[in-house]
């Protein structure tokens, strides 16, 4: 092709695109037009545009779906999460607080283990297999620092020195965690056995909302 054909081709583009409804007046042009495609023979201009709305059309359907998915994720979790701020403010003492903690997390929340460090001693709780009473400047504690002096939650496959702590013996069971740190009273964990069920980015306004309302409830009890 010579350089004088490419230059017409050029013109012509620039033309059309000052000219957008330039085919609707010569309707049998844009029929016959044709547009190569990536795979398969080449395909009339009206044929292309239809597959291009149609493929648009897919994607906007599968981000509704996603949308929609996500938008009845949430609803599910406000209302488990007003569940248990419900449920926390019920109990007549801290450890009752702290068991309704536990529970609610293993079956409302689905965690396939479910830790709680607490700072200080609670009368009436025995120790069960998900509480370790660890005090603040203990130096088992050094690997959660960052975390404890930020207040931020963490998702993800979590450092095997907070896993050891966490979750012991069962720490190889676990392949993703939620953190949340509890300022002046401990850390909350919740370890899953999918390595996607947490990950890093994902939204952590309901895990604030109810560190928020495990915090409250037990500050009912100080003094």
């Not at 291009?52 to 998915?69: G, I």
């Not at 979790?77 to 801290?94: F, G, M, P, S, W």
């Not at 370890?191 to 990950?199: I, L, Y």
Request: aromatic share 6%; with cysteine.
């Amino acid at each position: 092709m010579s350089d004088t054909e490419k230059l017409g081709a050029h013109e012509i583009a620039a033309w059309l695109r000052r000219h957008p409804a330039f085919l609707q007046q010569f309707p049998d042009l844009a029929i016959s037009m044709v547009v190569p495609r990536e795979q398969g023979p080449a395909a009339s201009l009206a044929s292309y545009q239809l597959d291009v709305l149609r493929d648009k059309n897919r994607e906007l359907s599968r981000r509704l779906q996603e949308l929609f998915a996500t938008a009845q994720e949430n609803e599910r979790l406000a209302v488990r999460t007003h569940q248990l701020t419900l449920a926390l403010l019920k109990q007549a003492d801290a450890a009752g607080t702290v068991r309704a903690m536990a529970a609610s997390l293993a079956e409302d929340f689905q965690g396939d283990l479910v830790r709680i460090v607490l700072f200080e001693a609670i009368a009436g709780l025995d120790e069960p297999d998900w509480l370790q009473v660890i005090a603040a400047d203990d130096a088992r504690l050094a690997p959660f620092r960052d975390a404890l002096a930020t207040d931020e939650p963490i998702c993800g496959r979590l450092h095997p020195d907070k896993n050891a702590l966490l979750y012991g013996v069962r720490a190889g069971d676990v392949q993703s965690s939620a953190l949340l740190p509890l300022p002046g009273i401990g850390l909350l964990a919740v370890g899953s056995h999918d390595p996607n069920r947490f990950f890093p980015g994902m939204g952590t306004l309901f895990l604030r909302m109810m560190g928020e309302a495990l915090a409250t409830a037990l500050h009912r009890f100080d003094g």
